[in-house]
């Protein structure tokens, strides 16, 4: 059976350069295209073209974090597409023109993605910003910028030529309001379907994953603001989804999608204690291998098995591999990481040395000053099991002074040299800092309040690289941990729940010196031969399954092709 997916995401992750993306949901996106077009799926997507980007980060002296603008020219790299579709906003015909990227395949196959833009001289002056800036401005303007990706994205597909599509995948909440242009179609056929009747046509055909259990991450407009930018009978329309009053975009994609899913197990079973009575199911993340994979490792795979780039499972296979060749391939990826920290640091790193790496949306529930929260006890263990080095990455959201304040916090802590413990926080992380530090490291840090990592997809990406991971046991991590074998569990599974924040904070952070000084630093500078063994079954166990090869077919078997009725109570 050949099904037309149209996969529909505020942000997407097409090239490094294009900065359509702001961190782990944008990449995600990418991944998973990516993947398609390997898999020859017949899928396309849509997003918007943000002219301005989110922001590219600078990093003061004083650690303060500096956010530019990241301009770019769609002109200069994409294809203008000739149709043009119209959407109201606020009783305002909002024209709407697409540009189109090609994303091609290890199979050949392309697949297309559209990006939408308003920025067209009849346009007003403010709508011609609407597609400009990821998550920028107030509620007014990202509502606008949803009824575009939303009910101008279907349009457009349909302008495109794109009549028969089997799913709508919407990537988050920010995509619902498709379930508006779906209704208006099938009320507006031939078969003349009165509002009941369009809902039940459209609901089998949709598709939602939802990606975050931290309340502030699903989008929330007042009711007074949807009625004046969507009007009274599109509102109508959404209390008669069960999406009254306020307009909560996660609510009208759960009521409206046939098949919902978190994007962990572990998540899956958060999502349905926060939305009780939908059949929330899960798919677990996971990442593009060829793109993660660094170019001393993919010289490895190809060499051994050729056909990687196709099929990510067939990684099983390295798990008779020759450990020393996983160890030469890491010592390459880690010398062009410690190049790096050089060249913005200028101090010169000792790739012998255990290294730690830690690079994630600096934000207060991902915690990256975990590590750093006893500092003296810290040094001691460094000073008495071997010396550690802490690269550090990641931007904060401009409205978030805590998370600015976190790399003020690393910075700080940055700017001196100890004999044992040396620290370096690298500005600028986007996709090519992303890749060096995932591969370049030793062990990768990652250190959530449970259960507010979803999933997480760093981890995954250094255990393509032969990198294990020293994490918290949270989203992805509670599948992918192997205690001494893929890497080692800070915490309990199912820590921290009757705990207040302070209490967690010393709980893990104990734990977390713990693991360092008993386990991962004896196991790097006295085990080195177990140290190799690990590295092989990060490659072999984790990034032959953690990949959106594997995501992708599961999508296909489980939400594209047989949707589930609404109904249905759902099981990991």
Not at 325 to 344: F, G
């Amino acid at each position: 059976m050949s099904l037309h997916v149209a996969y529909l995401s505020m942000e997407i992750c097409l090239e490094p350069e294009f900065p359509t993306y702001s961190g782990g949901l944008g990449v995600l996106a990418g991944d998973t295209l990516r993947s398609a077009a390997d898999l020859a799926l017949d899928m396309v997507a849509v997003t918007l073209v943000h002219r301005s980007g989110y922001f590219r980060q600078e990093i003061g002296p004083d650690g303060d974090q500096h956010a530019l603008p990241a301009e770019w020219r769609p002109e200069s790299h994409l294809e203008l597409l000739e149709p043009r579709v119209k959407v109201s906003v606020a009783d305002t015909p909002v024209t709407l023109r697409a540009w189109l990227c090609r994303i091609r395949g290890a199979s050949g196959h392309e697949v297309p993605v559209y990006l939408l833009d308003t920025d067209l001289p009849e346009n007003p002056p403010d709508v011609r910003r609407f597609t400009d800036t990821l998550y920028g401005g107030d509620d007014r303007y990202r509502l606008c910028q949803e009824i575009v990706l939303g009910i101008g994205g279907v349009r457009m597909l349909r302008a495109l030529g794109h009549d028969a599509i089997d799913r709508f995948h919407l990537n988050e909440g920010h995509a619902a309001l498709a379930v508006l242009a779906l209704l208006e179609e099938e009320m507006g056929s031939p078969d003349g379907l009165d509002l009941a009747a369009a809902i039940d046509r459209v609901r089998p055909r949709c598709v939602f994953t939802t990606h975050t259990p931290v309340p502030a991450g699903h989008d929330r407009f007042p009711s007074s603001l949807a009625a004046e930018l969507l009007g009274s009978d599109a509102c109508a329309r959404l209390g008669r989804l069960g999406v009254g009053g306020e307009l909560n975009m996660t609510s009208l994609a759960l009521e409206s999608a046939g098949f919902v899913n978190g994007v962990a197990m572990r998540h899956g079973e958060v999502s349905r204690d926060m939305f009780p009575g939908y059949p929330i199911r899960a798919i677990t993340n996971g990442v593009h291998a060829a793109s993660w994979t660094s170019p001393p490792f993919q010289a490895l795979f190809d060499r051994h098995i050729p056909d990687w780039r196709r099929d990510s499972n067939c990684l099983r296979g390295l798990i008779a591999l020759d450990p020393d060749e996983i160890a030469y391939a890491h010592a390459e990826a880690k010398q062009m990481l410690l190049d790096a920290v050089r060249n913005t640091t200028g101090r010169t790193w000792d790739p012998n040395r255990l290294t730690l790496g830690f690079a994630r949306r600096a934000t207060a529930y991902k915690r990256p000053t975990l590590i750093l929260r006893d500092l003296d006890r810290l040094r001691r263990l460094a000073a008495r099991r071997g010396p550690i080095q802490l690269v550090f990455a990641g931007k904060a959201h401009p409205d978030d002074e805590e998370g600015q304040d976190l790399i003020r916090s690393i910075t700080r802590e940055s700017g001196g040299r100890e004999d044992d413990l040396e620290l370096a926080f690298l500005p600028g992380y986007d996709m090519e800092l992303g890749r060096l530090m995932v591969a370049g490291v030793d062990v990768w840090l990652n250190t959530p309040v449970p259960p507010l990592e979803a999933s997480g997809t760093s981890g995954m990406k250094a255990a393509l690289n032969g990198v294990p991971s020293l994490s918290v046991m949270d989203g992805w991590w509670v599948e992918g941990c192997v205690e001494g074998v893929t890497g080692w569990a800070i915490g309990e599974d199912g820590d921290g729940h009757q705990l207040e924040p302070e209490e967690l904070d010393d709980l893990h952070a104990d734990e977390l010196y713990a693991k360092l000084e008993n386990a991962v630093l004896p196991c790097y500078y006295e085990q080195p031969q177990r140290m190799r063994e690990m590295m092989r079954c990060a490659i072999a166990l984790n990034g032959s399954f953690f990949n959106t090869h594997r995501m992708v077919l599961q999508y296909l078997f489980e939400a594209y092709r047989d949707p589930v009725p609404a109904g249905d109570a759902g099981t990991d």
